[in-house]
């Protein structure tokens, strides 16, 4: 049982470059998330979608785009990156209201 | 604006005894309420829930208590075992906000054997 795949778990990234955050999931969720969690802080709302077409903007959208061509497949993409983007990137996905499954997590790191 | 708010950032306690992980809240419209557990290098995973119907909700060593009036709900660990050692977030949400979570900033809980 996979689960939320996230890809990678660990990256470097200079000021000024980009990248893409993979997030696969196979339980056939329609809700799917990515949460950043910054140190002593909580998990902080990017991006959510209800389902393939489908993506709003959560608490903290500045500087990331997503998509969501299909049901098991939501990127987080980041776009010209910056210190203030260092952070561990939590894909997560659920059936509807409440419960989450989340993935392992991505740390990034911006020089 | 922190709705969720944990306002202990770490909790030491002895193995066997009770653990209490609390939580408040700002926002009276959230009507559903669940605590997560994270340990190091992992994703969250879903420990309980409760609704705001209710005012507690047990499931084997883990009990949670809501209490509306107050705005604050609290987490009970009983007994408390050294693998129960990770970072116990408490989480949100309420219909007209949609299915998001708003978490709080999390407690880390270290149990001594």
Known sequence: ?111 | DQQVKQNSPSLSVQEGRISILNCDYTNSMFDYFLWYKKYPAEGPTFLISISSIKDKNEDGRFTVFLNKSAKHLSLHIVPSQPGDSAVYFCAAYHAEYGNKLVFGAGTILRVKS
């Open chain 1, 1 to 111: 049982n996979a689960g939320v795949t996230q890809t990678p778990k660990f990256r470097i990234l200079k000021i000024g470059q980009s990248m893409t955050l993979q997030c696969a999931q196979d339980m056939n969720h329609n809700y799917m998330y990515w949460y950043r969690q910054d140190p002593g802080m909580g998990l902080k709302l990017i991006y959510y979608s209800v389902g393939a077409g489908i993506t709003d903007k959560g608490e903290v959208p500045n500087g990331y785009n997503v998509s969501r061509s299909t049901t098991e497949d939501f990127p987080l993409r980041l776009e010209l990156a910056a210190p203030s983007q260092t952070s561990v990137y939590f894909c997560a996905s659920s059936p509807g209201p409440g419960e989450l499954f989340f993935g392992e997590g991505s740390r990034l790191t911006v020089l």
